[in-house]
């Protein structure tokens, strides 16, 4: 298992208007303090810790960027950019790794 | 290490163990209060892990019931996280065994962990599983131990082969796959022994229950069949009893739509009155009576005199051996029988190389075992 690094120069960029989801594909548990993944293109499980996780849970369902980020700086109470810039390379590198989807752009 | 049998709690951990195997049930004990020390709850996860509960100790800590120090939360987390970890690379080889063999057209049934934690948990985070258990029909047994050691296949190793040629398709319980660090087994009945051999085998392939990993549906067996194997798996299993059987028993019964009284009547018509009946013994023991509920008439079953003494095979360390010879009771044909008796007493060279023995080792071993028991 790992915790979330940079992600890879492959990764995709997201937007702000793109809408995102959980991958089907994505095998998942919870774990006590976080979730643990393990995506298609994963060659071990990944670690989500706590409040990461909280990201799992708001992918259950298709979300804007823009709302996820909205979201957690409300729920955290912290700025926009501060969970923005924190959020984008976690995001990208599940996104690289097929944990989730783009639904919509 | 062996599990130990469980027994009526004397001390903390034990108490612990049993409110983890009743966890989330009607009539279930409380959990034990705290403060613990952490050598206590260090005794309490390792001995979790050898019964495989400990997705019972983790949900139990998830939903406040089981109330920890941070750093008793942390190593009860530590070995959750390694025991899902595990259990996901089992669901990723799953979907690839699932791919091959429903390609080739042979059916699989999904037995044990992977398929109890989608069908009879409330969240598969709660149930560990340490290996990847399928029954396939005999008649495409070897096909799919071929299928799964091909190099253009699955790519798995076979270490121990079967005793001679054909004997698994016909009288085997399981071939073990290594599949890289995973064990693959490939089930062609519930048990081994004699009451492996009583089963309507065809009657577990006639109706199934789906469930759904990575958008690929499995089967598994219908709840009635479920419900049996969960007190064959009791029973038989493992020897002691490992509590995560008595905890998946409780689960199936409460949560599965299956009656009773008709699982009695096939295990009846199966010649395994006496497996149904320990597995209620063991429940009740594990248990008490309250929580066992409606499975107290399993352990009240009458018995028929041939069934427990055929029992009595499985209830020994040399139960490897024991079994065997106890099958001959109940193998049906002079024939078959003898093909038997010849595969035990007389392995291939091929399966005596793989197990590391000669043909007179074999038989000094299990006259050793048996003599000692």
Not at chain 2, 292 to 311: F, I, K, S, T
């Amino acid at each position: 298992m790992t915790e979330p690094s940079p992600p890879t120069p492959e990764a995709e960029a997201v937007r702000g208007h793109d809408v995102l989801r959980r991958s089907a594909d994505t095998l998942w548990r919870r774990l006590l303090g976080g979730v643990l993944l393990l995506a298609p293109d994963m060659d071990e499980p990944l670690r989500l810790s706590q409040p990461a996780d909280v990201l799992w849970e708001l992918l259950a369902e298709a979300i804007p960027f823009d709302a996820l980020v909205a979201v957690l700086a409300e729920a955290h109470d912290v700025p926009a950019d501060v969970v923005r810039n924190d959020l984008t390379p976690l995001v990208e590198r599940l996104l690289a790794a097929g944990a989730i989807v783009v639904v919509r752009q | 290490m062996a599990p130990n049998d469980p027994a009526i709690p004397t001390d903390t951990v034990d108490a612990i163990l049993t409110a983890a195997v009743a966890h989330g049930l009607d009539g279930a004990p409380e959990w034990p209060s705290g403060p613990f020390d952490d050598d206590t709850i260090r005794r309490a996860v390792l001995r979790a892990r050898e019964h495989r509960l400990v997705g019972a100790l983790a949900e139990a800590a998830f939903h406040g019931a089981f109330l920890l120090s941070d750093e008793q939360l942390a190593l009860l987390a530590d070995y959750h996280a390694g025991a899902q970890s595990h259990v996901l690379e089992l669901e990723r080889a799953l979907g690839k065994v699932a791919a091959v063999f429903d390609a080739a057209g042979v059916e699989t049934r999904v037995l044990k962990g992977l398929a109890l934690a989608r069908t009879i948990y409330d969240d598969p985070s709660w149930r560990v599983a340490s290996d990847l258990d399928l029954l396939v029909p005999s008649a495409s047994f070897d096909m799919a131990v071929a299928m799964a050691t091909a190099s253009h296949g699955l790519d798995g190793t076979q270490n121990v082969v079967e005793l001679r040629p054909g004997f698994d398709a016909e009288f085997g319980k399981e071939a073990l796959i290594r599949l890289g660090d995973l064990e693959l087994d490939l089930h062609r009945t519930f048990v081994a022994g004699p009451f492996g051999h009583t089963i309507d085998l065809d009657e577990l392939f006639a109706d199934s229950t789906t469930f759904t990993v990575a958008g690929r549906t499995h089967h598994t067996l219908s709840p009635h069949f479920q419900l049996l194997h969960a007190c064959y798996n009791t029973a038989l299993g493992d020897y002691p009893v490992r509590l995560c059987a008595v905890r998946d028993l409780l689960l199936c019964h409460r949560r599965l739509d299956a009656d009773l009284g008709a699982v009695i009547e096939t295990a009846r018509r199966w010649g395994g009155l006496a497996v149904v009946q320990r597995a209620g013994e063991l429940i009740v023991d594990a248990v008490g009576p309250t929580i066992a509920g409606e499975l107290r008439r399993l352990a009240e079953l009458d018995v028929p005199r041939r069934e427990r003494w055929l029992l009595r095979a499985y209830l020994t360390p040399a139960r490897s051996y024991s079994r065997p010879l106890a099958s001959l009771a109940v193998i049906p044909g002079v024939r078959a029988r003898l093909r038997y008796l010849r595969a035990i007493a007389v392995p291939s060279r091929h399966y005596l190389r793989s197990r590391g023995w000669t043909t007179r080792t074999h038989l000094r071993r299990a006259i050793d075992r048996l003599r000692h028991d």
